[in-house]
């Protein structure tokens, strides 16, 4: 088998083959388990680097598996899907440091450790999907290995989030499959393709083609939590917090809001879905969403909560890049795709920290935390800088290159939208860092677990990985102009999509 | 030997097997039990493989040609129908050693191996039948053996659900019995060739739509369609757990595929619109099955129901049997005969295991079996996911072929219940799923269970979610000697 076949396969069999073992170590075996999944992650990572050299080269990733008659199943690499496989590759590996000091001496830790690198693989798949079916398939199997996760510590609030998880993303699930069912009949057998694939379709189909669109992008924008499908993310919040950050920063909602962008360009084709129409009430709908997001932080004081509807707001980012016709909105909203995860991770993070070092979990009780933990604070400060746009953060880049695209497009009742959910995500974030640095302790801390040494504010494995993602933070806002950078790559996207 | 011996030591083997199980000790009929069910996987699978290779196998018993003599045949269906059945009960026998040791039932045990192998006897000998008269003889076989088994639970109310079956099975019987003499007497002939051939000189018969709706009556009735299933969930649900397997499994898949066989053979030309009767029954099987099976407190009856509700989708198929649609419709069917016997196997052998692990019935009764019976749970799951027709399960492909006809077809109103039902029948097995991932009751008893029951329910849960990376081989093995039924286009359109 050649390098070509090899390298999609074994980007998603990593972590296949290092979840199903784990479900079989016992409980107790902490250091085989940890090692087999920072391996998994390592060698997930390597061969996603590799690919990334070649894609470059333009050379084609394609592995082949026999499946439904006519429909096999597909992973292929293009650019578009290692933009996705990279964020999350390297942010797995930050993850699974970060949930091994997490997850410290917590019960059914196989367990845990196992549907987190079923997840894994699941977005792997997504990533690497070369056609709807296998897109469908490994869409579905996300849902169902994130559930098990979601009701992780198994209370009566866990198990109601669970349900509502469930309710929510298998009846998008079912609309996906509706939509995905239809263009078959239609078209056949539906392989990705730069450029979209209905061209061959006469004017006669093009209301059936609406409806079809209706229904797939329906179904994947409930896990992008795009109003009004966006209800179950706040509650999903009762996770533990290496869950809120990968899965429901990264995985699940980047797993819709890809879904988006993979359907609008490569089964629709940019171009065919604007003369159907169907882009600007996309837009529409993202706008509404943003805000809606935004408006509703404000009111949060539970921290993760807050941040949660912030995901909602900040995800639809990545929709809006889609709904605004032309290469520059597609860049701004392609490189949301990696900005918002590496953001929202930090941000997640440095909640998962406050609460494991001091029992915090409510804005209100964060006063004078700064003074307790500077170094999460500094990173939470940095990922919320970035929510917000600062310059030199990777956020700023992203609304950039959405105005730019806002114009461009003619749009631009976009603008007032991004200056409002600008202004919205400071007011929801410069109050949480006035409390941090400016306001003394007040009281006890609600319950104080791990005790500082020195610079050491909490344990390392927590502290490392924010640390790790503020600066990339930074450093993808900063260096945005190298071709290697997140923004250098979409534009190569953008390129493929729009120059064929 | 050529290959065409197969067929008959198909059915021979387990009749034997099955005397043999009634005039040996208890214990050496339980080593031969389990001597010669790897031989009949083996040779089921022989069948397989020879029909896929050289097409329909015909044996002519005795060397008495039909219509003087008896006649087997197996066309690719029904080898396909063989080689799930040859599992199914290789697995219900197996389970069904340890299981009744654990009841402390060794009277049922020696009756339950005789009543299995003339069962697995009977089945093959139906789907291996190529004529009215000994469809009719082999149904009736199965259903005594089948009630029988049912029997097997020993309380008063096994007793009844046993009884009631047999009586609606008895009922079904003869209005089969009935649609086959008008058959008979329209035609002249039994031998399903010929009739083929004279139903088609003659379709608008007043005779023959008789014989047909006769016919359908009495088989829908016996693989418990809508409105007619009011019999299946006691029965199966108050059955001892391998005999509930091969009920849900495999008795009510013969009538049907006898229904299927007719339908898309000889009995086509008469079929006019009854095919969308059939396809509202179906629907509404789906919904008011799956609704049901929600709501159910007994863990056995959510899954009893579960089968009202799949059997729904055996039979949205038929309107769209034809036209452009014929092809992914009948790939699907025959598709969803086979997931749904395997994995509702594993379900109830899966069940069957928990229940005996907390010693009571009840769905709320298995918290915290996650942690105690991991394989069992595990099992179920994955049976449920191929019954909810999650990817890439075998239930996925079938859903799948079936959705596509009916989009193909523009059947909105039997997609749409299509997809429904899934959602209902995730919710289902996800309420059982949720009971066993619960923390345990703090006096909840917990019993030892023998390792190779779960085991069991496993294999047979792996086989049905391998069979959808198997779609491809069995799509074309099911379309030997399918008659007029169109391939499934394998070349985009």
């Known amino acids: ?500 | 030997m050529t290959p065409a011996d197969l067929l008959w030591i198909l059915v021979a083997l387990p009749l034997v097997a099955g005397l043999a199980c009634v005039l040996l000790p208890q214990r050496a009929g339980g080593t031969l039990s389990r001597l010669v069910v790897l031989p009949m996987i083996v040779l089921a699978a022989g069948v397989a493989v020879a029909v896929a290779d050289r097409g329909p196998l015909a044996h002519a018993l005795g060397g008495w040609a039909p219509p003087l003599g008896i006649g087997l045949r197996a066309d690719g269906l029904a080898a396909a129908m063989i080689a799930m059945t040859a599992l199914v009960c290789a697995a219900a026998l197996l389970y069904a050693e340890p299981y009744f040791t654990a009841h402390r039932a060794e009277r049922e045990r020696s009756s339950f191996r005789p009543l299995a192998w003339t069962l697995w006897a009977s089945v093959n000998a139906l789907l291996l039948s190529n004529d009215l008269f000994n469809l009719y003889v082999t149904l009736e076989l199965l259903t005594l053996c089948a009630a029988g088994l049912a029997a097997l639970g020993g309380n008063a109310e096994a007793l009844a659900a046993s009884l009631r079956y047999l009586l609606a099975a008895l009922v079904g019987s003869l209005a089969f019995l009935l649609g086959v003499a008008l058959a008979y007497a329209g035609t002249g002939t039994l031998a399903l060739p010929e009739l083929a051939a004279r139903v088609a000189a003659d379709a608008s018969a007043p005779v023959l739509a008789a014989a047909l709706l006769a016919m359908i009556a009495g088989l829908a009735l016996k693989t418990a369609l809508f409105p007619l299933h009011g019999w299946l969930p006691p029965a199966h649900g108050g059955a001892a757990t391998p005999v509930s397997a091969l009920l849900s499994a495999l008795v009510v898949k013969a009538s049907f595929y006898v229904l299927l066989q007719l339908w898309v053979g000889p009995m086509k030309p008469v079929s006019g619109d009854l095919g969308a009767v059939l396809g509202a029954l179906g629907v509404a099987a789906i919904l008011w099955g799956s609704i049901a099976a929600l709501v159910q407190a007994k863990l056995k009856w959510v899954v009893a129901y579960s089968t009202v509700a799949q059997v729904g989708y055996l039979f949205v198929a038929f309107p769209l049997l034809e036209g452009d649609s014929a092809g992914s419709a009948f790939g699907g069917v025959a598709l969803q005969a086979i997931a749904h016997g395997l994995a509702k196997a594993a379900m109830f052998l899966a069940v069957g295991t928990l229940m005996l692990a907390c010693g009571r019935g009840e769905v709320a009764a298995i918290c915290g079996l996650a942690g105690r019976q991991p394989v069992a749970v595990f099992a179920f799951a994955i049976a449920g996911a191929s019954l909810a027709g999650v990817p890439p399960t075998g239930g996925f492909a079938a859903k799948w072929l079936l959705l596509e006809a009916a989009w193909i077809a523009g059947s909105w109103h039997l997609a749409a219940p299509m997809i429904v039902g899934s959602l209902l029948t995730a919710a289902y097995v996800l309420r059982v799923l949720r009971c066993a991932f619960l923390p345990p009751a703090n006096d909840a008893p917990s019993q030892r269970v023998a390792a190779t029951m779960p085991a069991l329910a496993l294999v047979l849960a792996l086989v049905a979610l391998v069979m959808g990376f198997a779609t491809t081989p069995l799509l074309s093995l099911v379309q030997v000697g399918a008659g007029g039924i169109a391939a499934v286009a394998v070349e985009p359109r």
């Open chain 1, 1 to 500: 088998m050649s390098e070509t076949v090899l390298l999609p396969l074994v980007t998603v069999a990593s972590s296949l083959v290092a979840g199903l073992t784990i479900f079989m170590l016992p409980e107790k075996r902490r250091g085989l388990r940890s090692g087999i999944n920072i391996a998994a992650a390592v060698i997930k990572l390597a061969c996603v680097l590799w690919m990334i050299d070649g894609v470059l080269a333009e050379r084609v990733y394609e592995a082949r598996l026999p499946f439904l008659p006519g429909n096999d199943l597909v992973l292929r690499a293009d650019a578009m899907s290692l933009l996705f496989a990279t964020l999350s590759a390297i942010l797995w590996l930050v993850t699974t440091f970060y949930a091994i000091g997490y997850l410290e001496g917590a019960p059914r830790r196989s367990r845990f450790f196992g549907f987190f690198s079923l997840c894994v693989t699941a977005t792997m798949g997504i990533a690497l999907a070369g056609n709807l079916v296998t897109f469908f398939l490994f869409y579905e199997l996300l849902t169902l290995t994130t559930y098990p996760l979601v009701v992780h510590r198994g209370t009566e609030k866990a198990l109601a989030a669970g349900a509502t998880y469930l309710a929510y993303t298998l009846a998008g699930g079912a609309l996906l499959l509706a939509g995905v069912v239809w263009l078959h009949a239609l078209l056949g057998t539906v392989e990705f393709a730069h450029g979209g694939v209905m061209a061959a379709l006469g004017p006669e189909t093009h209301p059936q083609l609406t409806a079809v669109f209706v229904l797939v992008i329906a179904g994947v924008a409930v896990k992008a939590a795009v109003v009004p499908f966006h209800g179950w993310l706040p509650q999903a919040m009762v996770a533990p917090a290496p869950v809120s950050a990968l899965l429901h920063a990264v995985a699940v909602v980047k797993a819709g809001a890809f879904g988006v962008v993979r359907l609008c360009y490569d089964v629709f084709g940019i171009e065919f879905a604007a003369d159907l129409g169907v882009l600007t009430p996309l837009a529409a709908i993202a706008s509404v969403t943003i805000l809606w997001g935004s408006l509703r932080a404000l009111v949060q004081d539970d921290l993760k909560r807050r941040l949660a509807y912030s995901t909602i707001s900040q995800v639809s980012y990545v929709v809006l890049g889609v709904g605004l016709f032309g290469p520059v909105g597609t860049i701004g909203g392609l490189v949301h795709l990696v900005h918002q995860g590496i953001m929202k991770i930090t941000l997640f993070f440095c909640a998962g920290n406050y609460a494991e070092t001091l029992g915090i979990h409510r804005v209100t009780e964060m006063d004078g935390v700064g003074a307790r933990m500077p170094l999460t604070t500094a990173a939470f400060t940095v990922g919320a800088l970035g929510m917000i746009g600062a310059p030199a953060t990777a956020g700023f880049v992203t609304k950039w290159y959405l105005g730019l695209g806002a114009l461009d497009a003619g749009m631009g009742w976009v603008l007032p939208v991004l200056l409002a959910s600008s202004l919205l995500n400071a007011a929801y974030f410069l109050p949480i860092l006035h409390r941090a640095w400016f306001r003394s302790q007040a009281g006890e801390w609600p319950a104080e677990r791990i005790r500082a040494v020195g610079r050491r504010e909490t344990a390392w494995l927590l502290l490392l990985p924010p640390l790790f993602t503020a600066a990339s933070v930074v450093a993808t806002g900063l260096l945005s102009g190298l071709s290697f950078s997140p923004l250098g790559w979409t534009m190569l996207i953008a390129a493929r999509e729009y120059l064929r």
